[in-house]
């Protein structure tokens, strides 16, 4: 009897074992995902068993009541570093509208020999609140400055 195909995958060509690998995947893993509350009821039951009998059977409760203590006190210590960062904060930038700084910045002389400009209304854009600066596309050059 001939060998039929299924039987025989390097006879499949390459494309056709490739989709039909992916569709084998997609299916077991379609398959696996049916069975994860399965998966899930076997790990509470054990998880709960294992929890009944370290807490109940073995006395563990004595053992957690002794650690709520420190457990309460690192809960509050945190709180603490919290709580002082945060009045800290509020008393470092207290009456500011945000954390930055606006410097002053100032435009001095050597602008005409650093970008090749006309500093004849040098005057006006120290006083100007903004200026719009186009500069030459190639060239370390300032085409116009204007004040506003």
């Known amino acids: 009897m001939n060998d039929i195909v299924i039987n025989r995958p390097e006879l499949q060509r390459p494309a056709a074992r490739l989709f039909f690998s992916a569709v084998t995947a997609v299916f077991w893993s379609f398959y696996l995902y049916l069975m994860l509350p399965l998966a899930t009821l076997i790990a509470w039951y054990v998880g709960f068993t294992v929890v009944y009998e370290e807490m109940l059977m073995r006395r563990g409760w004595e053992s957690l009541l002794n650690l709520l203590g420190v457990y309460a006190l690192v809960v509050l210590v945190i709180g603490a570093f919290q709580v002082g960062w945060a009045l800290t904060n509020l008393l470092r930038f ?55």
């Open 94 to 148: 207290r009456g500011t509208r945000d954390r930055r700084r606006f410097n002053e910045r100032y435009v001095d002389m050597n602008v005409a020999d650093r970008f090749l400009a006309d500093t004849t209304d040098y005057p006006r854009w120290k006083m100007a609140k903004r200026l719009l600066v186009s500069h030459h596309p190639t060239l370390s050059k300032i085409v116009t400055v204007e004040a506003a």
